[in-house]
């Protein structure tokens, strides 16, 4: 028997480390990270990442290896399912969002398409 | 079919209705020679309503627009007038916009019946932005003063006579009403768009006619001018362009900027422009007779395109536009058009729009 899981967003141990270093060398430990969608960029939509210290009335909030994700109602849509990596392979360091929901990605691996 | 609010004026003026993308509007007032003349020499006023037309506002509005669009928005001054395009993300044409930023608004011009699409496009695409989408197609009308005199015309309601200059927009009083006027030119023809409140079009039309008595100012149908537009090879939406089409193969590479980054459908644009891929170029030809729209163009028994728009000429030929395949669009070449009656053709040169 298969179990259906709810879709969420994940954030990698690796990610997390990073979005931790991030916010102190920044001043704003303790913060979370506000990730988002954005319309534009050559496929349609962006991804977005910053700091927030609190979310908003009616974002998901997500908890994952001591980093909260804030995520608004409708950037959610088409973020569900999606994990947070971070890579510093030889290819360039940065985030990484894994999505399902993307069917094409842009040559640059910020924007994509639903 | 939509009517025009002013369609009993027009009735009365002689004019003579024609259908275009569901709207009954103005093809002529009885004298189509005539109202080539004056667009030509002196100023004529078209009632362009049936166009779609939407005030943006929002601190977000113009960098979100810019976002989306295939021209360079952000940076744009108050009172001033850009074109863009709204592309997918395969860079294929949604539509074509006139943006005109005014003090507090941002007026955009679009194609007919292309609203709710822009809307639910933009609207897709907008997530946390502050901006507002208000649709005034319905409850303004679009006048558009074109011809050499058009700017003498306007002129008369600004004091001092200031002329507007092209690729700017302002507000003027006309009487008790103020109202936006937009100055686009169609290339070397001078083209300024008046929008008004529906309830207060009859008087600004004759405010404008009065202001236009010294200025041979005269109505004119839509024949008039898409006799211009083919003559200056400017493509519009529903004959040359949609959502199959990219800027490029339309002309259009005056309404992108290369150089501003992403936008949606930006790497595919920059793609066929980098190179060269475009496998079809829209041209001018000139035909001998009157020919459908969609009438196929031959070159020695092959298929090498398809006429879009066709109206008549001044010397009894037609003018025409029409996508050709790149290896046969050269100018001066003989063609012929039609799969039953064979009209002459000859292709003047190719549509391009520059900035």
């Keep these: ?114 | 079919m939509v009517t025009s609010s002013l369609e009993s004026i027009y009735k009365a003026d002689g004019a003579v209705f024609t259908d275009r993308s569901g709207h009954k509007i103005v093809g002529h007032f009885g004298n189509f020679h005539k109202e080539i003349e004056v667009l030509q020499s002196n100023a004529g006023l078209l009632d362009m309503s049936y166009c779609d037309r939407l005030n943006v506002t929002g601190d977000d509005a113009l960098d979100l627009l810019n976002r989306l669009s295939t021209n360079q928005l952000e940076g744009m001054d108050i009172g001033s007038v850009r074109w863009t395009i709204l592309t997918t993300p395969k860079g294929r044409i949604i539509d074509v916009l006139r943006v005109a930023r005014m003090e507090d608004y941002l007026s955009v011009g679009a194609s007919p019946e292309r609203i709710q699409n822009i809307m639910e496009w933009i609207d897709f695409y907008t997530f946390g932005e502050d901006v507002q989408l208000v649709d005034v197609s319905q409850n303004t009308v679009e006048f558009s003063l074109i011809g050499p005199n058009a700017p003498l015309v306007l002129g008369k309601f600004v004091t001092g006579g200031k002329v507007l200059p092209n690729d700017t927009c302002d507000s003027v009083q006309i009487g008790d009403t103020s109202i936006a006027v937009i100055r686009s030119d169609m290339k070397d023809y001078p083209r300024i768009n008046v929008i008004c409140q529906s309830n207060v079009a009859i008087d600004i039309r004759q405010s404008l006619f009065e202001a236009g008595k010294d200025f041979h100012l005269m109505a004119v149908g839509f024949q008039a001018e898409d006799f211009l537009r083919i003559t200056l090879g400017i493509p519009i939406y529903g004959f040359e362009l949609d959502d199959k089409v990219d800027p490029l193969t339309a002309g259009l590479l005056g309404y992108v900027n290369f150089e501003k980054g992403c936008y949606v459908g930006q790497e595919v644009v920059t793609r066929l422009n980098t190179y060269q891929k475009i496998k079809k170029k829209l041209m001018m030809i000139q035909l001998r007779d009157e020919v459908n729209l969609g009438a196929e163009i031959y070159s020695d028994n092959t298929l090498i395109g398809e006429i879009t728009s066709v109206a008549p000429g001044e010397q009894g030929q037609w003018n025409s536009l029409a996508y050709v395949k790149k290896t046969y669009a050269i100018p001066g070449l003989v063609c012929t058009v039609g799969s039953e009656s064979l009209v002459e053709a000859r292709i003047v040169a190719e549509c391009s729009i520059k900035v």
């Excluded at chain 1, 879709?7 to 916010?23: C, G, Q, S």
């Excluded at chain 1, 430990?29 to 979310?55: A, F, H, I, N």
């Design chain 1, 1 to 114: 028997m298969t179990t259906t899981q709810p879709l969420t967003i994940h954030i990698t141990e690796k990610a997390a480390l990073h979005v931790k270093e991030y916010a102190s060398a920044e001043s704003k430990p303790g913060y979370g990270l506000r990730v988002g969608v954005k319309g534009g960029g050559c496929s349609g939509l962006t991804y977005t990442l910053s700091l927030e210290l609190q979310p908003q009335e009616t974002d998901k909030i997500i908890d994952e290896h001591d980093v909260r994700l804030f995520v608004d109602k409708k950037g959610y849509i088409f973020l569900a399912g999606t994990t947070l990596d971070y890579s510093d392979g030889l290819n360039g360091k940065g985030f990484v969002f894994n999505n399902p929901n993307a069917k094409t990605t842009c040559g640059c691996g910020t924007s994509f398409s639903v």
